[in-house]
């Protein structure tokens, strides 16, 4: 039984009401192959299998009845429903690296006792250690401050600050000075004690935008590049609006106006350099921001309620997502916190928070270890990412897919709720709980560890390894994985000192097609054939492309570039090696090192095939 009605946790399951919701969405989707949207902000009751296991009810309050059902694939209905309410955006590729952050107590009460100082004390620290961040969130008024803002901006670090949509009668006034009383746009809430103890804009009022924009307006001018949009629950039902809805409608829908003003505002003063991120959400927010999973509890109940609801939300049109990493509420125990972070590197936003600090050094030698691998496998994910945040922007498929909606034609992924797809090629399978091993569930065809290259043929069911320091990652059967890595050619190695740009890529099931970006933002492609004993690659516009890194892959005997037969080097140095290829053992994959490619020519298309000796077909 669930109660859609948006709630903020110290009221929802601070207080045992756990059949409310952040993010009151009325969409449903059926394993019998449609999908369900009740286009209705008013509440709603839903008794799925509750009340009778084999029906589900749909109680609707208010006079609006207004049902859209869509068939076809779990990808196919959510292109369908984001036609219909708008597609995320795409925001800047920095937006996808690594984040600091805590919240506001949590920054003032830190060691040095001075929030400015913590936080330029924790840049300079992770600086030291090596550690590439590209944001920081600065909650409460340092985020306001020019000092520190001048000091992030000389280290190439976004400051990104807080929003709420109380902006009280007094203050209101005090922006908008010009404005009578009765002009400001304030939402009425039936008697004036609780119009201005709420204090909320009316954002159909047609100056709620302009109140808005003067509120943001010093932040900005700053150089604040995104902010967290926090709030937007509290409407009651006796709300009169400007343009005479109700409470009890906008209660819900609240949230749409609301984000959407703070997103135009932010693309006056940045164009798309800004990342927005928001608690509550409606039916179409998807278009305007991201969304943070809300306050959960620093221990691994936490991280499993996050991931539930993580994938919950992805299948709703929501991509630019991520959680409060670490949890928001306590201090989480090393374990957790490194899974947390796992999880984190491998979910489309990378962002700690919380009422504690969570800098990896206040949890042992171990988390800052295994923290600097992740946040350097997420620079060297950074391209693969952005691509998949560019098809989420183009077709509404997220980032993150469940298992049912990634292979919707194999019933065994029906019932796998804690595992998924980042993206569409590396399937992740996180663990949350203190166990060093978990139970993943492969689809078909041929999965390659991302870490060592050993293989799994699916379908199957495996109970595999997983060290407090590793989360389970495999390669998809044809896969395309662009990505950034260091001399060594090793994923969770530091880049300062060497770059090379690389094309992950595994032997396929079948032929394969896709539209990739390459390191410039053009659109390039990429195809994969393959027959008894040859695979052959298609690139075409990847100019900077140094490697090809075919991962999982048997004993080779040939290489051809463009029809030429290419040598075989046993060069050690991978950030030395001459143009040819070698086999790596050790992470069974083999190299392949690309002539380089000048800018004229960079749009011709690059073909290459390998012959395997088909008599080597080992597994691991």
Known sequence: MLTLWGTDNW?????????????????????????????????????????????????????????YFWIGS?????????????????????????????????????????????????????????????????????ALSPALNQFMADRGIRVLGYFMPAIGPSRQRSLMPELKPDELPILHCGVDSQTGALGYVDFSNPNAKEICRRAL????????????????????????????????????????????????????????DFILYARGAAPGT???????????????????????????????????????????????????????FQFGCFSPLMRPHGTAPRDPWYFGEAAVTNYKFLAWTR?????????????????????????????????????????????????????????????????SGVWTSLWDGKTVSGPARLKVDAP??????????GAFVPVRLNRELQFGKSMTGSRFDALVVTPPNGDRKANLLNARGEVAKAAVHSKTGVCGWMLENFPEMSYVLIYGTPAATNVRVDGRAFPKVTNADPGAMPIGWKVDPESNRLMIRLPSRQVEHSERT???????DPSDKKTN
């Open 217 to 272: 307006t010093p932040a900005l001018n700053l150089g604040e590049a995104g902010s967290m949009v926090d709030y937007g629950d509290m409407v009651p039902d006796n709300a009169e609006f400007y343009d005479g809805r109700r409470g009890a409608e906008m209660h819900n829908a609240y949230y749409y106006d609301y984000q959407r003003t703070v997103s135009e505002i932010f693309r006056e003063k940045r164009g798309n």
């Open 468 to 477: 407090l320091d590793t989360i389970p990652v495999y390669l998809k059967p």
């Open 606 to 612: 690059m073909e290459i095939e390998v012959d395997f």
């Open 286 to 340: 998807q278009r305007w921001v991201g969304q943070f999973a809300g306050d959960h509890p620093a221990n691994f109940n936490g991280l499993k309620h996050v991931l539930t609801g993580a994938l919950n939300l992805c299948a709703c049109g929501y991509s630019n997502w991520g959680s409060d990493l670490g949890g928001y509420f306590g201090f989480p125990q090393p374990s957790v916190y490194m899974r947390w």
């Open 74 to 142: 779990p990808e196919k209905r959510m292109q369908s429903y984001t036609a219909l309410t708008g597609t995320p955006p795409l925001p800047p590729k920095w937006a996808f690296e690594p984040w600091m952050g805590r919240g506001e107590d949590a920054w003032a009460s830190g060691p040095l006792h001075d929030a400015i100082a913590e936080e330029e004390s924790v840049v300079k620290r992770f600086a030291e250690l090596d550690i590439p961040h590209s944001a920081i969130y600065a909650e409460g008024v340092t």
């Open 379 to 443: 620079e060297n994910l950074l391209n693969y990412t952005y691509n998949a945040a560019a098809i989420a922007h183009e077709t509404g498929v997220s980032i993150m897919r469940s298992m049912p909606v990634a292979f919707p034609h194999e019933q065994q992924m029906a019932a796998v709720a804690d595992q998924y797809m980042f993206g569409p090629d590396l399937l992740v399978a996180p663990v949350v709980n203190e166990d060093t091993f978990r139970t993943v569930v492969f689809p």
């Open 11 to 67: 009221v929802g399951n601070g207080e045992g009401a756990a059949n409310t919701t952040y993010k009151p969405l009325p969409i449903f989707h059926s394993s019998k192959g449609y999908m369900v949207f009740d286009n209705s902000s008013y509440r709603l009751r839903a008794d799925i299998g509750k009340s009778e296991p084999n029906q589900y009810r749909l109680t609707q309050h208010g006079p609006i009845f207004d049902f």
